[in-house]
């Protein structure tokens, strides 16, 4: 229709996916020119004798697929509520708790059955708990950080609980097809699922008003509600769509490992689940959000950590460089630097023109 | 007569992307006036105060104040009072979590310590002084506005202060408080302060300045002696040549009169907010609700569109028993509703104006049936030719036009859901003139072409003009109805006021 | 009448309101532990002990709570101690070859290591407070993330300087556990042996450190700013308060208290490791929170960030002694005492303004 007046409007829209998109593009180009052939990715077969890609691009990733899918369900939360929830890892581990106790509950047999319950039982729960939190906010006005700070301090010993005090372990080839490949793909199935959820959200947002509800909701709740939206229910809701999101992740990270350990599953995730939607460009105060922003940004830290892996430093050692470029990162996106920048590109092209403007005279 | 004066003001000038907020405007305060500075929303009132107060820069002009010999440059509202220039804003800029004696001493004592006892003893004789009902040790969060809005002044008034700046200050005050602060306001000007007065109101400006300089779009029309100014003079100079436009509008006023089939009706409705009241509108009637602030007048439209969680009554809409708690009931039932606080309850600033267009009409439709891109788009292009709304593209954000251009951004939200009753609570406030007459040819319009629509303004010139049946409202309760011959701006004065008229 | 009688009683302010709920609270609570368990809970050592194990705790409260009050939040300062105990013990125990090389330089005796210590326990909360604060109050970035930044910055930090969990030397720590005997607060063991009850000298700069922000908080103008910037960052800007010198204060100030928590913390455990003061910085949240804080800024108290931290490490006694040893039942009932508190806040201030209206 009018092509000129959409593309200006376009560009500008995408400009909050710059600072991830230059993250990744700095790694790939530090790591290309560190070693050539990083990111080459090979077919190998594994125990099972089924062929399976390998590779740092595969690792990066396949190891980020967790942190992705609860990065998808934080945007919502961040967006409607202005706040983040901090107790994504230990709902993960409710869930995962939960799913190993239903396919505890088969007596050894597993059959794809119990699985499916067993993933529709942690789904119900973790959607309970998600809405505990956000029936806290919603309702209660609580902050999202304040209200999800009772999760996280109980929330992974009400997991152990779950388990009555154990560590149990399950294998099974579905958990395992789960956490690693199915037989015949040689695609890593949590990059699957993260694909399957990265769908069901995209369908969720063509055919339903959900992102324009959680947005009007975000930056102006009273004008919201005056609209006729229901702004309790679209924060509860936000909550309990990250509830599934948790019970996805605990999903994952069990059958990865084929045990629960309420301590250390998805430990930390929560921190750089909030750090992947603000280093989207997503503002952490909540309104407008960008969901693919937090999906680069969570491969964006998927990928510092691989690099940084490769470069053989420690594993504990990561957090701090990590947070050097964290640093870096926002620093580069943060209001006062922008408005700096701002100012010193306008003062150079004043003065082109005053030159142009003599050279002219 | 040179020493007299406090303050000048020369050729002060202010660009804002696109406007030009100011243009040229001279100002002069003398010690121990009161000086009202009027002008239409929109003049440049509040631009010139905070030019004067150091939070926007000037772009051009001098400003001079007694005692210093050079003209002056003030960065910062402290730099500001450091030349004795103190401001008491009509949104309240006090911390609500402190008390009431540390609000008024906050940022402006010496040394490193808090003297508790000394700051409250002080501010304890300066309440008691000024007759202010508040304690030191009260939260302020626990004081009326009314109470918040006298602390305000109270700790501009104990700096130093040469010249003290009043920006709305009576708005949220009731006569009682408003005739306090004026005997305050005259004591002041007694110990030789220059008062600059910035209201609304004609009446106080009278009651208690001594001159007044009037501001049309961001220029100077004049200075001049409250005696030799004739209230209908200076409503003149405030709005200047729209007047024609204006009288062009009057001519339509019978509009709708005559039809009286009823579109909706009201028994007893209440809300949390709002007393029970009776209430009905007629198919193609434009009637308002009138009183002063306060009055109830927003409470009870909240009340019908289910803005406030409704406690009781019974509602008809086409007579047909309706049930109306929430606002998206009213909206099923054909109601819009346009809120009086835009910013708000109206717009949704970093949502594109697309947006803010076709959200209303998205929530009607449902969550399960999206409006497609290019449906919205060919909705926002259809209102935005319709309206004159001016607007870089549908994909710009609300926030960043201008007052009358959200506010047409907002009535094209609600035209677009194509309701049978529309309530426009304050269309007009805070936007420029050309804008208000507009919106209310336009509502003339809709009214003619069936719509039914509830009006309300706090200028009753407007809503004499628009409506052809008024209800008025005093103490949150219905105290008269006005129509036909009735609608005289000295009647409905009257009846706002008590006692007179044919009411009670 | 009931507006004159509501006139003439003096007005309580939000912060002293829920501060009286939580030291009611705590009494309540104490009392009823000392009622039904009796036992531990009668002998002052119970009390002592919650003090010498949450000494640290109390302190990075305090500066936590310095920043809420702003309406800000610091979530490095459980990294920042940890870092700081371990550098303090490598410090103390020899294994930083550049303090022995200072040391030896400068002649000293072994004592001057304590010195050197806290020193650099000083110099290390400082530049994290420092750092973190002209991030977040002069480039105006989200605290929560530099802060986080800065956690993962400590947190890798310890085990780049260190792999390996360190011990401190048993001379020294000999000195720096010195505990103080209240023979006079003493309580018979099994055997009816008076034993004296014995506080740490880090309970001791934890209440001074109390005592101080309280004074700051209270009579300081900087302290009244905090104040001032979280009830209204725009208003008190309009009422002359330097709005970023304060929000910097505020972040350096719970740097430098988390270099002192961790120092105090190095006192306590004589020992440096990655899993330090794991989850401190929650805790410390939860105890402003306990304690009347609020984290949307602008009311709190550190008298009240006090006991928020003794009537969470009550709960936690109250938990083991009633019997419940699962080792799950400890979080869940600070995690239930915690809801609990939030919600009586809620409702208490969501009352509070109704009736205002």
């Known amino acids: 229709m009018n092509n000129r007046k959409r593309k200006a409007g376009g560009l500008s829209k995408y400009s909050q996916l710059l600072v991830p998109l230059i993250a990744i593009l700095v790694l790939v180009i530090f790591n290309l020119i560190r070693d050539p052939g990083f990111f080459s990715v090979g077919l190998t077969t594994n125990n099972n004798g089924d062929p399976v890609l390998q590779g740092n691009l595969i690792s990066i990733l396949n190891g980020a697929s967790e942190l992705v899918i609860l990065s998808m369900g934080m945007t919502l939360v961040t967006a409607a509520c202005g706040g983040q929830d901090i107790s994504v890892g230990a709902l993960a581990a409710i869930a995962g708790s939960v799913f190993v106790k239903v396919l505890k509950s088969g007596g050894g047999s597993i059959s794809p059955l119990l699985v499916l319950g067993g993933f529709l039982m942690c789904c119900a729960v973790a959607m309970v708990f998600g809405a505990f939190n956000g029936s806290l906010v919603a309702f209660f006005n609580i902050q999202p950080m304040i209200a999800t700070l009772i999760l996280f301090t109980c929330g992974r010993s009400i997991a152990y609980w779950i388990n009555g005090g154990a560590t149990p372990t399950v294998s099974s080839p579905i958990i395992n097809a789960v956490g690693s490949f199915i037989p015949g793909i040689p695609i890593p199935t949590p990059i699957l699922i993260v694909l399957l959820m990265g769908g069901l959200f995209a369908l969720l947002f063509r055919f339903t008003t959900l992102g324009l509800y959680i947005q009007a909701v ?34 994952i990270g069990v059958s990865r490992l084929g045990l629960i350990n309420h301590e250390t599953l998805l430990i930390n995730i929560e921190m750089d689940a909030i750090l992947a939607v603000a280093i989207g460009g997503n503002n952490l105060g909540g ?42 990162l926002v620093v580069m996106g943060s209001p006062v630097v922008k408005e700096a920048a701002d100012r010193f590109t306008k003062r150079i092209r004043a003065a082109r023109r005053s030159d142009t403007g003599k050279e002219a005279a | ?21 100011l243009n040229g405007v001279d100002f002069t305060l003398r010690k121990g006036e009161i000086h009202a500075l009027m002008g239409e929303n929109g003049a440049g009132k509040s631009t010139l105060i905070k030019v004067l107060t150091g939070v926007y820069p000037k772009d051009a002009g001098e400003i001079r104040v007694d005692g210093v010999d050079e003209a002056i440059t003030i960065r910062s ?67 009326s506005l009314a109470v918040q809005q006298m602390v305000a002044i109270a700790r501009a008034v104990d700096t130093e202060c040469k010249v003290l700046i009043l920006d709305e200050p009576t708005s949220s005050l009731d006569d009682k408080e408003v005739e306090m602060l004026f005997r305050l306001m005259r004591d002041l000007k007694a110990r030789g302060v220059g008062i600059i007065f910035v209201t609304h109101f004609l009446e106080q400006v009278y009651e208690v300045s001594d001159r007044i300089t009037v501001l049309r779009n961001g220029e100077l029309v004049g200075e001049y002696e409250v005696e030799k100014l004739p209230q209908v003079q200076l409503v003149a100079m405030m709005i200047g040549r729209e007047l024609e436009n204006l009288s062009v509008i009057r001519k339509e006023n019978p509009a709708g009169a005559a039809k009286k089939e009823v579109r909706y009706e009201a028994r007893q409705l209440s809300s949390t907010e709002s007393r029970p009241f009776d209430f009905y509108i007629g198919k193609g009637e434009v009637n308002g609700f009138t009183g002063l602030l306060g009055s109830g007048r927003s409470e009870s439209v909240r009340a019908i569109f289910g803005a406030d969680p409704v406690t009781g009554g019974e509602v008809k809409m086409e007579g047909k028993k309706a049930r109306i708690t929430k606002p998206l009931d009213a909206m099923k039932n054909g109601i819009g509703y346009l809120p009086e606080d835009r910013k708000r309850d109206g717009i949704i600033a970093d949502l594109s104006v697309r947006d803010n267009i076709i959200l209303a009409l998205q929530v009607l439709r449902g969550m399960g049936h999206p409006i497609s891109r290019a449906k919205a788009e060919a909705f926002a292009d259809e209102y935005i030719k319709a309206l004159g709304i001016k607007t870089a593209s549908t994909d710009t954000p609300i926030g960043s036009l201008s007052g009358g251009n959200q506010q047409k951004v907002i009535l094209a939200r609600w035209l677009l859901t194509h309701p049978k009753y529309l309530i426009l609570d304050e269309p007009t406030r805070g936007i420029d003139v050309g804008t208000k007459t507009e919106i209310q040819k336009l509502v003339l319009k809709l009214a003619e072409e069936g719509m039914s629509v509830t009006f309300i303004s706090s200028e009753i010139e407007e809503m004499l003009r628009t409506c052809s049946r008024l209800i008025v409202m005093r103490d949150r309760n219905i105290v008269g109805e006005l129509t036909g011959d009735e609608l005289t701006q000295s009647h409905v004065m009257h009846t706002i006021a008590g006692g007179g008229g044919d009411s009670e | ?119 650099m326990s000083l110099l290390i909360g400082l530049a994290f407070g420092l750092v973190q604060g002209y991030l977040i109050a002069h480039l105006e970035i989200q ?53 004296p009850a014995r506080m740490e000298i880090g309970v001791v700069i934890a209440l001074v450190i109390v005592v101080l922000v309280y004074l700051l908080l209270r009579r300081t103008k900087l302290g009244r700013s905090f104040y001032a910037v979280g009830g209204n960052r725009q208003s008190a800007l309009m009422l002359g308060v330097n709005v970023r010198q304060s929000r910097f204060m505020a972040h350096l100030l719970c740097g430098l208290l988390s270099g002192i928590a961790g120092f105090v913390f190095m006192m306590h455990t004589g020992a440096g490791n990655a899993t330090n003061a794991t989850a401190a910085e929650m805790n410390a949240i939860a105890s402003s929170i306990i304690g009347g804080t609020l ?19 009550t709960i936690k006694s109250i938990v083991t002694t009633s019997g419940l040893r699962d080792p799950w039942w400890q979080s869940i009932t600070t995690g239930a005492m915690l809801c609990f508190f939030i919600l009586l806040q809620s409702v208490v201030l969501m009352r509070k303004n109704k009736r205002k209206k």
Do not use: H
Not at chain 3, 40 to 55: H, R, T, V, Y
Not at chain 3, 167 to 183: V, Y
Not at chain 3, 296 to 312: E, M, P, R, S
């Open chain 2, 77 to 143: 509202p402290q730099e500001a009072q450091s030349y004795g220039i103190s401001t008491v804003y009509q949104e309240i800029s006090l911390c609500p979590n402190l008390t009431v004696a540390e609000n008024m001493f906050i940022g402006r004592t010496r040394g490193g310590t808090v003297n508790w006892k000394a700051m409250e003893k002080r501010a304890g004789e300066l309440l008691d002084s000024l007759g202010i009902p508040a304690r030191p040790r009260q939260q302020l969060s626990n004081c």
């Open chain 3, 143 to 195: 605290p929560f993330i530099i802060t986080l930044a800065g956690m993962f910055f400590a947190r890798g930090m310890i085990t780049i300087i260190s792999v390996d969990p360190q011990k401190g030397p048993q001379d020294l720590m000999d000195i720096l556990q010195k505990r103080i005997e209240m023979a006079w607060l003493g309580s018979p063991n099994k055997k009816g042996v008076m034993i």
């Open chain 1, 218 to 251: 975000g930056i102006n709740q009273s004008a919201a509600r005056l609209n006729g939206i229901n702004a309790v229910g679209i924060k509860l809701l936000s909550f309990v769509i990250l509830g599934v999101c948790c019970a996805v992740a605990g999903m």
């Open chain 3, 295 to 313: 984290l949307t800024g602008g009311v709190g108290n550190v008298i009240g960030t006090f006991f928020g931290v003794l009537t969470l490490s």
């Open chain 1, 287 to 328: 309104g407008k959000f960008k969901m693919i922003g937090s999906v680069l940004g969570a491969y964006a830290i998927q990928a510092l950590t691989i690099t940084l892996y490769a470069m053989k430093v420690p594993s504990t050692d990561v957090k701090a460089y990590k947070a050097v470029v964290i640093v870096l």
């Open chain 2, 1 to 21: 007569m040179k020493e007299d004066i406090v303050l000048t003001m020369r050729g002060i000038c202010k660009v804002f992307p696109g406007v030009m907020a």
């Open chain 3, 1 to 119: 009448m009931e507006e004159k009688g509501k006139l003439r009683r003096e007005p309580i302010t939000d912060t002293q309101l829920l501060m009286t709920i939580t030291v009611c609270i705590f009494v309540g609570m104490y009392i009823l532990a000392i009622l039904i368990w009796g036992g531990g809970f009668k002998k002052p050592q119970m009390l002592f002990d919650m003090l010498n194990d949450n000494a640290y705790l109390i302190i990075i409260s305090c500066g936590l709570t310095i920043v809420m009050i702003t309406g800000s939040i610091d979530i490095s300062v459980g990294g920042v101690t940890a870092l700081v105990a371990m550098v303090g013990v490598m410090i103390l125990n020899g294994n930083l070859t550049l303090f022995n090389g200072l040391i030896a330089a400068l002649g000293l005796g072994e004592g001057a290591r304590i010195a050197f210590a806290l020193l």
